[in-house]
Every structure is written in structure tokens, then in C-alpha cells.
């Protein structure tokens, strides 16, 4: 059976640029994607620029523009927080009944917007998961929903123009949450199997869940994959001694080719200090 869900789109934080308060991007985002003009969110908080997948999900590079609410916002508390934060799933359901189906997990959907850089108004309704602050301390770990209120191709403007990236990106393959001990992990789990449906792999300390695409891509195989692990190695451990768990190392499709052998995998971010987990895999 496929999936019921699909993989909406993903958040990664970086800096504002003091000149326009939009995301700065490090080099590595403007020499391996085409981007797309965002604009700023309509609480005044955060700004943002979409990189979007022909697989019909966007990755939502975003900053904090007013860091005195950073402390009270869902993806807060840190304004100055770098790198992937959370993941976010949609399906053909009304927010209404997805909240039904999911309310063990998440409370009820709210209504938000932003105004695009050309002006036009975007709308949409999110369901937040459980907890304090819009679920402020699983975010990463426990995805949420978003359900477009205006057509959705006012939100996620698809085109061979915007889609077509230097790298070859097609779409998401593979995004991991890293969780500090079994106990979470189980409980993790548990969440997701209400979540994502109990077709699952699990091997050791790793469980595998599939999600879907929004749009079908040729060429882009099985559906993206989310990997529920334990910590691997002493980094692993110790980060996650600190958070609890880690959510990233995001992985994109792109077309094999004759210099890009079948299932190589190599990283687009360049391993730097800041921003990391940005790879991409040749299918």
C-alpha cells in the first residue's frame, strides 16, 4: 500500500541578512540550487526562500527577523539556532480530518499566512504536535501538518524553471532523526507508526518508515525513506545527551548519469561548521 502522507517540506535555519532580514545563504545553496523568492511570515518573526523539488516538496530555508520572539515561538527557543529543524507532511485530507486521525499526537489545526515578496497572500492551515510553545521541544523529532487554504501552487510555485538545480535535485530520498536512548526510541516510534501507518523496517537500533511525494517523479524509484535510529558513534552520543535527539542529514535524488555512478552519495554542504546533513544520492 502507499503511502498516505507525503513529505511537505522540510525547515533549515540560517542567519537574516542585515541589508534585506532574508535568509543569507552560504555559498554551497546559491552554486547547487535554483532559489526562489519566499518574503516574511505574517507574525513578523521569521522571513524565508524556497528551494523547490520536482517531487513537489520544498526545502524552506528560514531566520529569525525579531529575535525578542524566538523564545515563545514553535521553532525557537534559540534565534540564533543553525541548521535543520523540522519536517512538515500534508495529504488530501481537510485539516480537520487529519486532526481526527492524529490527535493522539497533535492538537488542532490553526490558521497561518505569509505575503510572497510579489505581494500575492498565502494561506494555509498547520496542525502543530503536542506540546508547550507549538510543541516547541520535539520539533525535528515529531513532524507537523500544513493544508493549503489557497491553491496550493500559490504556496509551493512548481516550474521546470524553479525545479531545475545545478546539482540535479529531483527530490527528498532520505531524512534521519538520531534519539538518545531506547526509551525514546520507542516511544518515537510509537508516534510515528500512528503517523506514518505500522509498515515499517526495523534492524537493531534502526527503524525505517516510508513517506510519500506530492508530485510523481520519473527516474526518483521507492518513496522517501525517515530513519529512527540510535546514536552511532561518541558525537552522536554526547549531542544528543544534550538535546535529547537530532533531526537532519537530509538526503536528495538526482539522476545518475556517465560521472555519477548508481547509489553514490556525497555531501553537497562541504562538512562545514555551520550548516550540515546536506547530501545528495544518484538514483
Request: aromatic share 8%; charged share 25%; net charge negative.
Amino acid at each position: 500500500m502507499p503511502p498516505t502522507q507525503s513529505l511537505d517540506h522540510l525547515i533549515l535555519f540560517l542567519p537574516a541578512n542585515p541589508d534585506n532580514q532574508l535568509p543569507q545563504l552560504p555559498a554551497f545553496f546559491e552554486e547547487n540550487f535554483t532559489l526562489t523568492p519566499g518574503g516574511f511570515h505574517a507574525d513578523g518573526a521569521t522571513s524565508n526562500t524556497l528551494i523547490l523539488l520536482a517531487d513537489g516538496c520544498y526545502i524552506e530555508l528560514i531566520s529569525f527577523v525579531d529575535a525578542s520572539k524566538a523564545a515563545s515561538h514553535w521553532w525557537g527557543p534559540q534565534a540564533d539556532f543553525l541548521g535543520w529543524k523540522d519536517w512538515c507532511l500534508t495529504n488530501s485530507k481537510s485539516p480537520q480530518d487529519n486532526y481526527d486521525s492524529v490527535k493522539e499526537s497533535h492538537v488542532e489545526p490553526v490558521r497561518g499566512g505569509r505575503k510572497r515578496a510579489d505581494g500575492v497572500e498565502v494561506k494555509w492551515a498547520v496542525t502543530f504536535p503536542n506540546g508547550e510553545k507549538g510543541g516547541q521541544d520535539v520539533r525535528g523529532r515529531i513532524p507537523f501538518f500544513c493544508h493549503d487554504t489557497t491553491p496550493r501552487d500559490v504556496r509551493v510555485p512548481l516550474s521546470p524553471e524553479r525545479t531545475a538545480h545545478p546539482c540535479g535535485a529531483l527530490g527528498v530520498q532520505e531524512l534521519t532523526i538520531i534519539v538518545k536512548d531506547r526509551a525514546l526510541l520507542d516511544e518515537t516510534r510509537r508516534a510515528y507508526t500512528t503517523i506514518l501507518g505500522d509498515e515499517m523496517i526495523q534492524r537493531g537500533d534502526e527503524v525505517y518508515f516510508q513517506v510519500g511525494r506530492v508530485c510523481d517523479v520519473e527516474g526518483l524509484g521507492s518513496s522517501p525513506r525517515v530513519v529512527l535510529r540510535l546514536p552511532k558513534d561518541k558525537q552522536e552520543f554526547e549531542a544528543t545527551m544534550k538535546t535529547e535527539f537530532l533531526y537532519g542529514d537530509v538526503v536528495l535524488g538526482a539522476s545518475a548519469g556517465a560521472d555519477k555512478r548508481l547509489a553514490m552519495r556525497k555531501r553537497l554542504d562541504g562538512g562545514g561548521d555551520d550548516v550540515k546533513g546536506v547530501w545528495i544520492e544518484y538514483v
